[in-house]
């Protein structure tokens, strides 16, 4: 099992960043996914799911309306476009199952700064 999130990278705030998730290893059609990020000195949280084939999506509170979760099957990979971005979303940002599968990748970072 192996994730590469990419994408990531220095924006101002109100701005747009698209990362992706590269997955392979296991049956990435079969498995919910989501996106998670941990910011410096918290916790990882979860931050966006999308279903098997992509059919329902669920955010968490801080980010609705402004992220957008989204995966390609064919291509196993994973997108989440992030619109009008916050300081607060400052992270690194990784991608696993909703159930994580025991390996995560190296993440990608985030930076939201004027």
């Known amino acids: 099992v192996q994730f590469v999130e990419s994408g990531g990278g220095l924006v101002q705030p109100g701005g747009s960043l698209r990362l992706s998730c590269a997955a392979s290893g296991f049956t990435f059609s079969s498995y919910v996914m989501t996106w998670y990020r941990q910011a410096p000195g918290k916790e990882r949280e979860s931050v966006a799911t999308i279903t098997s084939f992509g059919d329902m999506t669920n955010y968490a509170d801080s980010v609705k309306g402004r992220f957008t979760i989204s995966r390609d099957n064919a291509k196993n990979t994973m997108y989440l476009q992030m619109n009008s971005l916050k300081p607060e979303d400052t992270a690194v940002y990784y991608c696993?199952?909703?159930?994580?599968?025991?390996?995560w990748g190296r993440g990608t970072q985030v930076a939201v700064s004027s």
């Open positions: 696993n199952a909703l159930t994580p599968l025991g390996v």
